[in-house]
């Protein structure tokens, strides 16, 4: 398995504001991606970040309000953008690290926005 | 509209007994499956990974995939207090595209 970080652990958010949510990899990993799981839901792929190219989104998500970073192998960052009250979630990445599909999941972040 | 079905639960075991955990999938196309843990407040964590039809077992897990019935199932053995999570079935459709089910909420009462 690696090692996942996010930045922030939680946060609380103004209406109209945005929020960068880091995810920091111990160990080189070619897939990575960003989940929200909404409460008492399950997960929910948001989209693929793609190391040198733009993520790839999942049905129902958008760049304009989901904008992703992958400068690098270690290193992906997911911005929501323009929050209202609908975006309070807890945002994932994840990491595939073998050949066999696994995926390891970083921490989380419990956004709240107001 | 890929499909992961879990009953939602609570599943109320004693101490001591096997918890059974079923999830049923729509795409005959899926050749990965997974189970999470999730406690409350935490990430999912990885628990078993099943990849072609019949049990898979890792101590007091055993996991067990019908492909033909398009089911997946977990056993947990000698329950424990600490088993009490909710369990997350994840099938991968397409190269590394995860869908994950809703969810069993498991207690294991002392």
């Known amino acids: 398995s690696a090692v996942i970080s996010q930045k922030p652990s939680r946060d609380i958010c103004q209406r109209g504001t945005s929020l960068t949510i880091q995810c920091q990899v111990d160990?080189?990993?070619?897939?990575m991606f960003w989940y929200r799981q909404q409460p008492g839901q399950s997960l929910t792929l948001i989209a693929t970040?793609?190391?040198?190219?733009?993520?790839?989104?999942e049905s129902g998500f958008v760049i304009d309000k989901f904008p992703i970073s992958r400068p690098n192998l270690t290193f992906s960052t997911l911005t929501v953008s323009n929050m209202s009250p609908e975006d309070s979630s807890i945002y994932l990445c994840?990491?595939?690290?073998?050949?066999?599909?696994?995926?390891?999941f970083g921490p989380g972040t419990r956004l709240t926005v107001l | 509209q890929k499909e992961v079905e879990q009953n939602s639960g609570p599943l109320s075991v004693p101490e001591g007994a096997i918890a059974s955990l079923n999830c049923t999938y729509s795409?005959?196309?899926?050749?990965?499956f997974f189970w999470y843990r999730q406690y409350s407040g935490k990430s999912p964590e990885l628990i078993m990974s099943?990849?072609?039809?019949g049990d898979k077992e890792d101590g007091r897990f055993t996991a067990q995939l019908n492909k033909a019935s398009q089911y997946v199932s977990l056993l947990i053995r000698d329950s424990q207090p600490s088993d009490s999570a909710t369990y997350l079935c994840?099938?991968?459709?397409?190269?590394?595209?995860?869908?994950f089910g809703s969810g069993t909420k498991l207690n294991v009462k002392p």
């Open positions: 994840s990491v595939g690290v073998s050949s066999y599909n696994e995926q390891f």
């Open positions: 160990s080189q990993v070619t897939m």
């Open positions: 970040a793609n190391q040198g190219s733009e993520a790839t989104y």
């Open positions: 795409d005959r196309g899926s050749q990965s």
């Open positions: 099943i990849y072609s039809n």
């Open positions: 994840a099938v991968v459709y397409n190269f590394n595209k995860f869908y």
